[in-house]
């Protein structure tokens, strides 16, 4: 390889990172991500975590990946068919060799691919794939990382597994070589993190630049640049999803002039939100790790009757656990929210794989007449919108409100126009005015009772999950007091709908043959989708549902406007019921059930093959 | 919480709503205590707070003129804890039963009990499930015939008292419905006690377990049964006949009027763990002369951090470590840039 | 009042006893019910009780009902208005005269209408309501039974408390008269009930006997004859709901070859199951009464794996506890039988009431794509049934069923011409052969997989609730696995749809302007009404579905068959939902939310509604 | 259950899969004892089965070659109920965490304590939850830093085995990943024990809380800080230089190197309670040398009847009652009649 480097503009670039669970995946996916990001690049991130179990180092099961689309076009996905794939292992290499991009890069560990290697990969020990990569289909980088890495280090303190830990920064160095990225956020990133351990940060650092120079030294082939992106102007961060969701809420309980109380049990891929709260209690968030999901749920119960914002986050055994508690919920009519980051199922399921199959529990999980608002979030940074438009919800209308979000926003990462704090609305909770009687189950216009706390004199009350009489809240098993009781609150749910906001179609025109109806994360691959086809020529729309029940009151005329209607999903058909049992819509669901997201070309081949292309 | 002015009334904690009980069940008597001992405690009404589960006895709340929450079946430790720990201002009582506390809330118990918030747990043991009319429960004896154990229930009972020392709780008391001084008393300690106060009540219920703690309640019966622990005092009973004491680690019980003297006696130590173990351990189903009588009172008692304060002093340490949290700098975060 | 008694022929009768929670009135509505069945009678029971709570003696909310209907007709429902209200005191007369025939009988125990009862029942304590009954409006006998039955009791050595506690004999007594019942299975049941007890027993048998004969004494109006019914020729016995699905368990294991095993927690309405099978150990049947829903759900989890059948039973909130194990049992593909025994919701809700608002739940309630067969019952005597259907298909098709009953069938009563046990289908579970290598997930040609029980040699195996592969069963996260095995999940539990026996129309025609679809407990009031709107020329037949899930092959073309489908439901209109979202039918959803049963008449009035009447 | 013929290796219990602990998780070392012991034990291994929940140490069966049902969080307890009250012919063995048997499963935990089955329960204490990746656990120390309480835990933690003691449990153990000796014969004898073992067991995580007990494993400071306890045994630790007495109910470390006699010192018994309990409260997080040392073995055992054969006896009394069931008679019930 003695060729000179060339330079290519690229517009867009999907690289995946894959290594053992120990080769420090995630911390180079993330750097790259923020260096990116600060170069200007729209972008959108899947980490994609081995299984929850710690398979044995070099095993395709402990492989760790995290992948990168990042370009100077709007970018909505994480990207299909990577360009590059950073291989630190025979194990990495053969789970992703098949869907890098024909002509893409690889940029292979030859440590990595050594008997041992292989064998743990469980492939065949005589042969190194690496000598099979012909040319003309990959364009192959083999850099004894290993090596050369120890090598740098040579004069360090460290022992030979400590000085290991840096290769990852060695990778990283030669891709941001390659993508001609700035090695100054990830240097200041590195000297805050070892900031008392000077020579592991001088390994670290060493590793990054030894790296970088080795693009240099071996002459690759081809540098490319990417321009920054045309984004809205504006201040931008780069944003993981459960990070987005927890400042989410911490912004509602600030607007609505309440504590967040938060009480949550570790389950994955939720439990960030918990991490996230609990280095933020000078917020005056108060976090608290129960003994299980039923406990977290009705602590938060608990501090809403207190006065607090209660919040309680989970996945979905954890939801099903927390079914009676939520009908206590509705009966009490407090403000409350539930999370739920979807993974897959059904049980124990697939735990660190992404789902949308929890739809209509959230909708329907529960014993009796117990409607609850259910909201979706689209994306990583919508994930905060969705958190603060549930609080409101929560605080406005007094009700329980459940989020779902999935593993794939929640820990994908993208840039966000982030908004000012005083430009978030603020939260009115229905305090009892004091000014005639008080009765705990006296309602105003939207059928909302007001709120009274503990610590006010002479509005002591009882409240609980019997049903109740109208208007005093007192038990009452009046056979019409129930029916009544039953209909007000489903009704005072249905009238949230009138307060939501016009419907936004995403793209495509307001009538015609196909549109594509997505709810929660399938948002980028059906924007992507949806684009293409319409380039393609194709009549197609897009229009994307963040309330989910209830469905919007301008739902069922948009839907009639089209002759079909496409809804892809991410589990076996749930919108597609809650459609048809409301519109008269001709549906087609498109379903994807293997705990991954979809890649935007699958949902635009159903839209070709609904134009009957 | 506490109250300034004008004293309360037992009646000003009577809530407007009829009482359902059965005719003659304990639940009456405690109502009626709590009702009673209230105004002694000085706790500004607006800040009371019942919580109870499911269960006949976790109707208590709807008889208090107070605020309150009637949840869901076995949950109202939990419920009370985000409550308590939401807002330490409160006085919070949880009402429980012996199945809604130990059977389906057997966890949030011992959880509770472990964390300490400085709440006061009062479980209404009637040695069974009242409102669901008469199965055994978890404190039910070996052998009880009911509706499901026609057979009787081979289920070994759990010791309350043992449970919550076991769980690590900082107070730890019973006390009996039929006793209104005592019960009023145990109350007022359990309020007074910083920390979770775990007190079990003896609760007869006249229709599905009559008579379950006769030999501590019927007059002919009870002080040979019985021992009242009283802090500082030896273990005397039966009306100052007979005394305990002990040999090492084993519980005797001595006879006062054979010229035994008191100051052998056995001294009630309610900061002693093993103590407390011990007295814990009195729980023959079936008293005799040979037996240990069972203790009422304070077994034990123990000056613990709670959970609400350790909770706001993590807040103001993070106040101090990180400043007071500024919305829009949390949402900015650490890198950010430009786009023209 | 002198005048001589005449006879009365009638064809149907309904009465209401009522009293205090304390009077004795189910004690003396089961035996009027025997005793009646026993004539040959079709009949059906309602029991009313009061609220879960004791309420305070007298009161209204201490007033506890028992209803029965029967006659020498066929008999469906126990009855809307009464001919006949038995009222021990005020309240119980103030809680049910208005629903009492205009023209019917009162039988008011006069010492029950004294100032403190009135006062007790919130009446005016002034004026006695039985002196403002007018003879025009109702034939009111005014009895002092209290004071008559001491008199009778007069020699006995028995306190005064002890004697009124038969007063209930005495009014049962008198009824019998009035309509002819045999007083020998009532003074058997007496016999055998107080054995033990000879002087409670003769207070029994003469307040009984004083009763019967005070109705010659006073020579009543009129006493009424009612012939014995044509029901189809067989044996018959008297059955109620919670019963009859005990047996039907009891009965499919036997014909399984098979240990029950039975975990429950005690909840209304559903505890009375583990009362009936903790009585019968004799037939191998284990119960245990689990610390909660969970342990009693997992419990039999282990107990099916361990090659018992599993069972659990439940009422709503308990339902709400079960959702995760629910799915843990769809993965570990084991028979598992979990009934629901409905109630008034949500949460705590109407404990006593019935309701059928937990349908979706049992359809819907799970995290994951997680299908379980559910199947209904329809009347007491069908809760055998539909209990033996269930543990027939859980063990056939290895998977958990859950069978929805509620609080108005299990309590109520009818006539039942009973099985022989010879009669009942065998159960055949799907061992392992042992001909071919042992693959925990392979499956047969209906998908179902072989049943190796923990014991057998050489067949040792792991399951559990992470996604497995596809027929060995291990750990799989391979995403077309996860995949192919939801919808293979979903196929075998659609599948099972296949074998359902073809749907019956319970009456009308095969086609034409109304269906009234039906499930559950409704089906009596929704027969008696279509029968009366046939009769009166309507258009309209009746199905009713034993399966609610997967619904069966041929329901949409027998939908498509009616102008208008009505579907009468106890709850907001759930299976309207189902029915909406599957097939494309003009539904009109009919609701009642009373925690009460429907009124045959309330149907009858929407059906003619709907045909514009 | 018993085995009879030809005798086991290790290697038969070994499953096909992958065995996917970190490297160094102290879970191996309880696998590979649990493969070596088994063939010892007797059981035939058709009739074994590994029941767990959810959390690292439950994916124990998986590598098991027995049956094995992994089910969900915190209910292994109840699965294993229930499939020994169905099926007392088989070995049952729970394996469960510290998060999954004494957090959400807790509950579970002590109700089958006190119910007795003859079921054996291993809890892999490692104090933190291993499988979501690192936070603090019921048993976590105060003041613990983990990922959800970066200021430190302020949960006062269970004692599981005051827990256990306190919910009646009838055999109590601990033993260590680190000394596969102790391990294997700790094993031993909770299979042994007729009725429900209960054994914790000391795991070490070494990516989330490495050397969490090293007081109690490394080779310098563990003979100081453990007392291993043999049934008969005077207590004697630190190589023999130190050993403990009973003041009364107070525990006193003496130093036996000054000339302590042995005679003096207090004698393990399994069947006293109230020693059971004192050996328990040794718990101080950070040992020192005049902190009582942290016991390993059998801290209490006692016989009691078991649940299954109180169930099975009822069914047999039921047989004697009632006859054996008729299914025609069943359903004929008391009462009918003909319609013709
Ligand atoms: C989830 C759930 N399961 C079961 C029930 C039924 N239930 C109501 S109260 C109760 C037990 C009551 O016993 P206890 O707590 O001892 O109270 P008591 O009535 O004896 O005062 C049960 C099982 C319920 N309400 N909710
Ligand atoms: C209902 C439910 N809630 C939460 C989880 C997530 N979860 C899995 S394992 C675990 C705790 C594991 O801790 P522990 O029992 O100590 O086992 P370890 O991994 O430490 O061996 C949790 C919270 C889950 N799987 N199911
Ligand atoms: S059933 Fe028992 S506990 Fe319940 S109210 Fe009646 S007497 Fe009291
Ligand atoms: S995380 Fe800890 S407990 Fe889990 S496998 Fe790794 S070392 Fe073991
Ligand atoms: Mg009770
Ligand atoms: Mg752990």
New interface residues.
């Given amino acids: 390889m003695t060729m000179t480097t060339r330079e290519e503009k690229r517009s867009k670039v999907t690289i995946h990172f894959a290594g053992d669970s120990g080769d420090g995946i995630q911390l180079a996916g993330s750097q790259f991500t ?1 260096t990116t ?4 690049n729209d972008l959108s991130t899947f980490p994609d975590f081995p299984a929850e179990i710690r398979a044995p180092i070099g095993t395709v099961a402990g492989v760790s990946g995290f992948q990168i689309n990042f370009g100077s076009e709007e970018i909505n996905t994480p990207g299909s068919n990577p360009d590059v794939l950073v291989a630190m292992n025979a194990a990495a290499f053969k789970k992703n060799i098949r869907n890098l991009k024909k002509g893409g890069i690889i940029i292979a560990n030859e440590a990595g691919f050594d008997k041992r290697n292989l064998r743990l990969a469980h492939m065949d020990e005589s042969v190194n794939p690496l000598d099979e990569v012909r040319a003309s289909d990959y364009q192959l980088y083999r850099v004894d990382i290993t090596k050369l890495n120890r090598e740098a280090l040579q004069d360090l303190e460290l022992g030979m597994k400590e000085r290991d830990r840096s290769r990852n920064m060695f990778a990283l160095g030669f891709v941001y070589w390659l993508f001609h990225r700035n090695l100054d ?1 990830t240097l200041q990133f590195l000297t805050h993190k070892f900031q008392t351990d000077p020579i592991v940060l001088e390994a670290n650092i060493r590793a990054l630049k030894k790296g970088y120079h080795y693009g240099e030294t071996i002459e690759a082939v081809k540098r490319y640049s990417i321009e ?2 045309k ?9 993981v999803g459960n990070q987005a969701l927890a ?1 989410g809420l ?2 509602a309980s ?1 607007k609505a002039g309440l ?1 967040l ?1 938060y ?1 949550g049990y570790p389950i994955t891929p939720a439990s960030d939100i918990l991490h996230f709260l609990s280095r ?7 976090t ?1 790790q ?3 999901e ?2 977290a749920i ?6 809403s ?4 914002m ?1 919040v309680t986050a989970t996945s979905g055994p954890g939801m099903a656990l927390k079914g ?2 939520l ?2 919920a509705v009966m ?1 009519e407090l403000p409350l929210v539930i999370v739920n980051v979807q993974r897959g199922g059904p049980s124990t399921g697939l735990p660190t794989k992404t789902e949308q199959a929890d739809l209509l529990q959230a909708v329907y999980g529960r014993n009796g007449e117990s409607p609850i608002p259910v909201i979706a979030a689209r994306s990583p940074s919508d994930c ?1 919108w969705v958190a603060f438009e549930a609080s409101r919800m929560a605080v406005e209308y007094m009700t329980p409100v459940i989020v779902l979000s999935d593993g794939y926003i929640a820990n994908g990462a993208e840039p966000w ?5 005083d430009d978030l609305g603020k939260i009115q909770a229905p305090y009892f005015s004091g000014k005639e009687e008080y009765l705990p189950y006296k309602r105003n216009d939207k059928l909302v009772r007001s709120w009274v706390l ?13 049903e109740k009489e109208k208007e005093t809240g ?2 009452s098993y009046d056979p019409e007091n129930h029916e009544e009781m039953v209909k007000i609150r489903a009704e005072r749910i249905a009238r949230i709908a009138d307060d939501y906001p016009a419907l936004e179609r995403i793209q495509g025109p307001p009538k015609g043959r196909v549109l594509v109806l997505g709810w929660g994360s399938t948002f980028g691959s059906i924007k992507v989708a949806v684009r293409n086809a319409i380039s393609e020529g194709l009549e197609v729309s897009q229009l994307h549902l963040r309330h989910v029940f209830p469905l919007p009151n301008d739902l069922g005329d948009i839907i009639s406007g089209y002759d079909q209607v496409l809804i892809p999903e991410l589990n076996n058909g749930q919108l597609s019921k809650l459609i048809r049992q409301e519109y008269d819509a001709s549906v087609t669901a498109f379903n994807k059930i293997q705990g991954l997201p979809f890649r935007a070309d699958e949902v635009l081949e159903k839209i070709r093959e609904l134009h009957g292309a | 919480m506490e109250r300034n002015g004008t004293a309360y009334s037992s009646k000003d904690f009577s ?1 407007d ?7 003659g ?1 304990g639940d009456y008597s405690i109502l009626k205590q709590m009702q009673t001992v209230l105004p002694e405690l000085g706790i ?8 109870s589960g ?1 269960g ?1 006895s976790s ?1 208590f ?2 008889y ?12 109202a430790p ?10 330490p ?2 006085s919070v009582w949880v009402i429980t039963g012996d ?1 809604d506390g130990l ?6 118990l ?2 509770a009990l ?3 918030l400085d709440i006061n747990i009062l479980l209404f043991n009637n040695e069974i ?1 009242g ?3 008469g ?2 429960s ?1 404190t039910s004896e070996l052998g009880k015939y009911t ?6 229930s ?6 309350p008292l ?7 709780a900082t107070f730890v008391a019973r006390t009996v419905d039929r006793d209104p001084t005592h019960l009023r008393e145990v109350l007022k300690r359990a309020h007074e006690h910083k920390g979770t106060s775990y007190v079990e009540i003896y609760q007869n219920c006249n ?1 599905f377990n009559d008579g379950a703690f006769e030999p501590w309640t019927d007059k002919k019966q009870r002080d040979a049964n019985s021992i009242i622990l009283q802090q500082g005092q030896p273990l005397v009973y039966d009306g100052g006949n007979k005394g305990l004491r ?1 040999d ?3 519980p005797q019980i001595v006879d006062l009027t054979e010229g035994f003297s008191q100051s052998e006696l056995w001294v009630h130590d309610e900061k ?4 407390a ?2 007295l814990s ?1 009195f729980f023959n189903h079936e008293p005799g002369p040979d037996k240990f009588p069972r203790p009422f009172g304070i077994l034990y008692s123990e000056d ?1 951090f709670t ?1 609400e304060e ?2 706001q002093n ?2 103001d ?3 101090e ?5 500024n ?2 700098e ?4 650490k ?6």
Same sequence: chains 1, 3.
């Avoid at chain 1, 009757?305 to 607090?308: L, T």
């Avoid at chain 2, 002693?272 to 103590?275: C, I, L, P, R």
């Avoid at chain 2, 470590?321 to 949290?325: A, D, E, P, Y």
């Fill in positions: 923020l990001a600060l170069q200007g956020p920054s992106a984004l809205k102007p504006g201040t931008y961060r780069n944003i400042m911490i912004a600030q504590n109380f009480a933020h209690k000078n917020f005056n968030v108060k608290f129960a003994e299980d039923i406990a009705t602590a938060a119960i608990g501090a009757f207190g006065g607090s209660g009676e508690a009908g206590l009490l905060f126009r982030f908004p000012k704090s503990p610590g006010q004199e002479g509005l002591e009350h009882r409240i609980g999950g019997l007192n038990v | 809530s709503q009829d009482v359902r009980w059965c005719p069940c500004n009404r607006k800040d009371l707070v019942f919580i499911i006949c109707r709340p709807y208090m003129n107070s605020y309150g929450m009637h949840s869901i079946h076995g949950r939990a419920v009370a804890t985000g409550l308590k720990a939401a807002n201002e409160l199945g059977s389906i809330g057997g966890n949030h011992i959880h472990r964390r300490n499930y409102l669901t009319k199965q055994y978890p509706k499901s154990s026609p057979l009787g081979i289920d070994h009972p759990f010791n043992s449970l919550a020392l076991g769980a690590d229709v002990l090492g680690l084993k002693d763990a093993t103590k173990h011990i351990r613990r959970y350790a909770m993590q807040l340490k993070a106040l470590l990180q400043g007071k949290g919305l829009d949390l949402i900015r975060g890198s950010t840039w430009e786009v023209e």
